[in-house]
């Protein structure tokens, strides 16, 4: 049981570049999260999915585009990187007892835009 | 709409001695609130989390967390700090009963352990 798994763990960009993180899990959850976290600003959602093949924007999805083709898979693409996408990102899924969703994540992508 | 608002950027205990990690919230409704810890490059790792039940929540490591509606707080504390709570640590707020249906997440608290 892997829990939560992301690839790659660190990337180095050039501006304009395009890249896909890939965001893995195996406890069947419904519910996966892309995070940004940046100093001083704590955790802020991108992009999320609530099922297979759903997803909905989040907190700052601009310069972002999400695809969650199989319920345990959720990919976070950057179309043109930017510097200001120079981030570490986190990848949770979770499931939802009715009254509370608890959230898992995985280690991190470490992202530099040059 | 929620918030929360984590009150110390900062903290440095010095070993042996107590934790207090400051973390309040506003939520319209019921929320579920929880801490997260985060180790130098590593992800967040839940500790601990309030979901109506009992307001004082035990978690992993020796810390817990008292829910006080009165206060809207949410504070984490451990009795003795050892080295290897040297860490971020994130507030949560959830309120899944809400229209907003949001997790947000307060900006974090470093401690820092002082031998």
């Known amino acids: 049981n892997a829990g939560v798994t992301q690839t790659p763990k660190f990337r180095v960009l050039k501006t304009g570049q395009s890249m896909t993180l890939l965001c893995a899990q195996d406890?069947?959850?419904?519910?996966m999260y892309w995070y940004r976290q940046d100093p001083g600003m704590g955790l802020r959602l991108i992009h999320y999915?609530?099922?297979?093949?759903?997803?909905a924007k989040g907190e700052v999805p601009d310069g972002y585009n999400v695809s969650r083709l199989k319920k345990q898979n959720f990919l976070l693409g950057l179309e043109s990187a930017a510097p200001s996408q120079t981030s570490v990102y986190f990848c949770?899924?979770?499931?939802?007892?009715?009254?509370?969703?608890?959230?898992?994540f995985g280690p991190g992508t470490r992202l530099t835009v040059l | 709409a929620q918030s929360v608002t984590q009150l110390d950027s900062h903290v440095s205990v010095s070993e042996g001695t107590p934790v207090l990690l400051r973390c309040n919230y506003s939520?319209?409704?019921?929320?579920?609130l929880f801490w997260y810890v985060q180790h130098p490059n590593k992800g967040l790792q839940l500790l601990l989390k309030?979901?109506?039940?009992?307001?004082l929540v035990k978690g992993i490591n020796g810390f817990e967390a008292e829910f006080k509606k009165s206060e809207t707080s949410f504070h984490l504390t451990k009795p003795s700090a050892h080295m290897s709570d040297a860490a971020e640590y994130f507030c949560?707020?959830?309120?899944?009963?809400?229209?907003?249906?949001?997790?947000?997440f307060g900006k974090g608290t470093r401690l820092h352990i002082l031998p």
């Open positions: 949770a899924s979770s499931y939802r007892d009715g009254i509370t969703d608890t959230q898992y």
């Open positions: 406890m069947n959850h419904e519910y």
């Open positions: 999915s609530v099922g297979e093949g759903t997803t």
């Open positions: 939520s319209s409704y019921s929320p579920s």
């Open positions: 309030y979901t109506s039940a009992a307001t």
């Open positions: 949560v707020v959830s309120d899944l009963m809400n229209r907003d249906d949001k997790i947000i």
